[in-house]
């Protein structure tokens, strides 16, 4: 293992858009935290994926809406790499078609507290080990915001749009508040990607039903997304901050 080498953690990086981010950034040289919530053995398969491969990753189990968890989960990658350099605040989840006046309090609550709250009790423990008026050498944050919050996704899920407004808007400000403390904050807007969140939201047919809207007339894939994320981290990106970058095919 090489003590130099840059530290990535990746929340909800075992599946979709998150795993393709841990696959390329461990390709790249960082050495790949992969945080899961319950699904243990796609993070075990791709941690041993990126092994095999020649790369180092970690398996982290937590729940990012839960703060003891977002703790224990920056306490174990002290514990296994003693660095932190970047952190990829990915972890999202949609809900099943509504209209808000259809919306109960323990959607909303579920909703802010992973898609919003979780983002940012991550962002604050890793501007604790990154930013230069804590000790840290600086870093890099990315977060996955969503093209919903520019459209509002109204008849489908306003609550999940909402939540990627606020992610929009803690970018910006976070962005500026570290921006003389080495920390680097941007955002990346996907647009329709092809991944399990669509059947998690109960619309297993979304991509292919909505592909001939979408001015490329295909959905993005998550390599294409991962790639905007793996620039926004590197030093090809030291005077971007605050960014908001949509990888939408022009939606
Ligand atoms: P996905 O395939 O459904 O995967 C979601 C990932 O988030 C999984 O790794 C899951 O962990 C993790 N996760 C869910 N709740 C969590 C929690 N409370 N704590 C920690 N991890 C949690 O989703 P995806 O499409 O890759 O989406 C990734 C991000 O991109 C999300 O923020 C989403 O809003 C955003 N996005 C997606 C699209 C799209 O069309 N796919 C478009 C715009 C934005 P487990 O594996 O343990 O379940």
Do not use: W
């Amino acid at each position: 293992m090489s003590a130099t080498k840059k530290v990535l953690l990746v929340t909800g990086g075992g599946r979709g858009i998150g795993a393709a981010i841990c696959r390329l950034a461990a390709k790249a040289g960082y050495r790949v935290a992969v945080n899961y919530a319950t699904n243990q053995s796609a993070a075990d398969a791709l941690v041993a994926e990126i092994a095999a491969a020649g790369g180092e990753a970690l398996a982290v189990k937590g729940d990012v809406g839960v703060e003891a968890d977002v703790v224990a989960m920056f306490e174990a990658v002290d514990r296994a790499y003693g660095r932190l350099d970047a952190l990829v605040n990915n972890a999202g989840v949609v809900d099943v078609k509504a209209r808000v006046d259809e919306m109960s309090v323990a959607r909303l609550e579920r909703m802010m507290r992973i898609n919003v709250i979780g983002p940012m009790l991550c962002a604050r423990e890793a501007v604790k080990r990154m930013s230069s008026s804590h000790g840290g050498r600086g870093g890099a944050i990315v977060n996955i915001s969503s093209a919903a919050s520019a459209h509002g996704s109204p008849g489908e899920y306003v609550d999940y749009a909402a939540s990627k407004g606020a992610i929009d808007t803690f970018t910006l400000g976070l962005a500026r508040e570290v921006a003389t403390e080495g920390v680097r904050v941007n955002a990346v807007r996907p647009g329709i990607i092809g991944t399990e969140i669509h059947a998690s939201g109960g619309q297993p047919d979304r991509v292919e039903r909505m592909k001939d809207m979408l001015p490329m007339k295909r959905a993005g894939t998550s390599d294409e997304v991962a790639h905007a994320v793996l620039y926004l981290l590197s030093d090809d990106a030291s005077y971007t901050t605050g960014a908001i970058l949509n990888v939408s095919g022009g939606r």
